[in-house]
């Protein structure tokens, strides 16, 4: 029977017969410095991880007294999740000694378990993921240890850093291959007599950087939260670089310089990121510790779009407009139809957001995620803008954005954007205009839908024919969780209080029908989807045309400063 090149069955094979070959190598016995730890972790998370609740990709497993290789995992994501050792980090940020029996007891476990080429994890990405935890934290797992785990401990970090080394090209290019590369450039360099295995390595990071970064300092997923992990990861393999006397590749250098300021422009006014593209905010502090890593102190050029995005940022709040098509190919798998939706944020408290990832609650919840309705734009007849195909990831037909213009003046900053995700089903554009005033008070929004063109007139005129019902719009408004809103003024404003004490009101100019509906914020390291309200506007497309017109402004009495101090971030509920 042939055995097709790229299967899982062949690749698994493949793998263990490298780590056998790296089985094979020289032994590192020592660090050629002692590694300090550079990666960021959760206190709360691992004081979870201490007390037995594991929570990985959206799933609940309590076991408090059963040792972590022995839980039986839910699912794929789940033990992938496990075997990267990101939760390292979060027993790391406890650092007590319960925290770093754990930290011990389950890497040796792992050692015991799969060292020898077993199990998920022997893949060039989740390899590269979990020796970069265990070069950051090798003091936490080394100490108190005698030589046999001593000796352990180097040969399993021998073996994967061999592996990596025959094996990284099989990565995907993209995150995968970053993680891959960084870990072999961080190990390698760490580890005595073995810096000969990281020529290759630091050459393949330079061709990466040059065929996954662009010349604006994006890369093809357009998932923010991603960015910041390419951003991280070569900012280590730059450390490691130059702690070892390394040139540092030019092209590593351009990436990141154009990567860090790409990112303050998708950065909101409370420091986290748009949640787009299957990207979340970003774990607290990350952010600001990668930024200034980075050494890059410049922001993005004023009036372009930032990887497809727009931002608009006055006073003590910021506007991100998704100004671009939805990713496609292989980029494309997480991809949303959110073109021309937005997110905006008043000091250190999000007001409108987009749904977010479903993908840590499942296949369903995934699907939606990805669809308009989740999104803060306007939708026609309950369909996405970008539509994906029969029994793929993908999306076969995607909104192009077909005119972009920002502007700025003494009364505040505009961006004037249209789309064309409905105009082969419906015969209609959408544009939209939203101008956020010079205070940061006040947002003033256009949506429209029109024809464009003779062609489009017959194709709605026939849709028309054929649905009594007719052809509606819904703007929606997803508000975050934290957002208390009612409807006032007898039902023509919703007022949203904010927990900072801001209070914001919604008016529309009574084209449409407004209600307050459920919607719900899909947020990573919970359980369940938050269960939030959104403000949805809807109305018939009676001729040709449809203009609906909107704001969002605070409150007369709302000082323009607030003193806010009462965060919660640093629990991670479940």
């Known amino acids: 029977m042939a055995v097709i090149i790229g299967d899982r069955p062949t690749r698994v094979l493949s793998n263990r017969f490298a780590v056998w070959r790296a089985g094979l190598a020289r032994r590192a016995t020592a660090f050629r410095s002692q590694p300090e730890p550079r990666s960021i972790g959760l206190f709360a998370r691992g004081r979870q991880l201490v007390a037995g609740n594991f929570l990985f990709a959206g799933k609940l497993v309590q076991a408090p007294n059963t040792a972590l290789w022995d839980i039986a995992a839910p699912d794929a994501a789940f033990a992938a999740e496990l075997q990267g050792f990101v939760w390292l980090d979060d027993l790391a940020a406890v650092g007590d000694a319960t925290a770093r029996r754990r930290a011990q007891d389950w890497t040796y476990g792992w050692i015991d378990r799969f060292g020898a080429g077993q199990g998920p994890g022997w893949t060039p990405d989740l390899t590269g993921r979990r020796l970069i935890r265990w070069i950051n934290h090798a003091v936490l797992l080394l100490q108190g240890q005698d030589k046999a785990r001593s000796d352990a401990y180097f040969r399993a970090v021998t073996v994967q850093t061999h592996f990596l080394a025959r094996r990284w090209m099989r990565a995907a290019p ?111 502090g990350r952010l600001d510790a990668a930024l200034a890593a980075s050494g890059v102190r410049g922001a993005a050029p004023p009036g372009l779009p930032a990887m497809g995005y727009v931002r608009l940022a006055s006073g003590r709040s910021t506007v991100i407009l998704d100004a671009a098509a939805p990713p496609h190919g292989r980029a494309g798998g997480e991809a949303h139809a959110s073109t021309l939706a937005f997110e905006l944020t008043s000091g250190r408290r999000p007001l409108i957001a987009s749904c977010g990832s ?67 089903s419906h015969g209609l554009i959408h ?78 100019d009574g084209v449409a029908q407004m209600t307050l509906d459920p919607s719900v914020y899909l947020e990573k390291g919970r359980l369940q989807p938050r269960a939030t309200r959104q403000i949805v506007l809807s109305a018939p497309v009676e001729g040709f045309e449809l203009r609906i017109g909107w704001t969002l402004a605070k409150a007369q009495d709302t000082p323009l400063a607030i003193r806010d101090l009462d965060r919660e971030d640093a629990s991670v509920p479940v």
């Open 358 to 424: 479903g993908r840590p609650f499942g296949e369903d919840w995934a699907l939606a995620g990805r669809a308009t309705a989740s999104h803060s734009t306007l939708s026609i007849d309950g369909s996405s803008s970008s539509r994906l195909g029969k029994g793929s990831d993908d999306f076969a037909a995607r909104a192009a954005v077909i005119s972009l213009q920002q502007t700025a003046d003494h009364n505040g900053q505009t961006v004037s954007a249209a789309q064309d995700g409905w105009r082969a």
């Open 174 to 284: 993209g995150l995968p291959r970053f993680e891959a590369l960084t870990g072999l450039i961080v190990a390698g360099l760490a580890l005595e007599g073995k810096a000969a295995l990281v020529k290759a390595a630091v050459a393949a990071l330079a061709r990466d950087c040059r065929g996954q970064i662009d010349a604006g300092g994006a890369i093809p997923t357009r998932n923010p939260e991603e960015l910041l992990d390419v951003l991280t990861l070569l900012n280590w393999a730059v450390q490691a670089l130059q702690e070892a006397g390394r040139e540092v590749p030019l092209d590593v250098s351009v990436a990141i310089g154009r990567i860090a300021p790409t990112l303050r422009a998708l950065r909101h006014a409370d420091g986290g990121l748009a949640r787009f593209h299957g990207g979340g905010r970003g774990i607290e």
């Open 431 to 508: 544009s939209r205009i939203l101008t956020l005033d010079s205070h940061g008070r006040r947002l003033t929004g256009t949506d429209m839908v029109f024809v464009h063109a003779a062609s489009d007139q017959k194709r709605l005129q026939a849709l028309r024919a054929q649905r009594p019902e007719g052809v509606n719009v819904s703007i929606r408004f997803h508000l975050h969780p934290d957002v208390d809103a009612r409807l006032d003024m007898g039902g023509n404003a919703v007022s949203m209080a904010l927990k900072s004490g801001e209070i914001w009101v919604f008016r529309h």
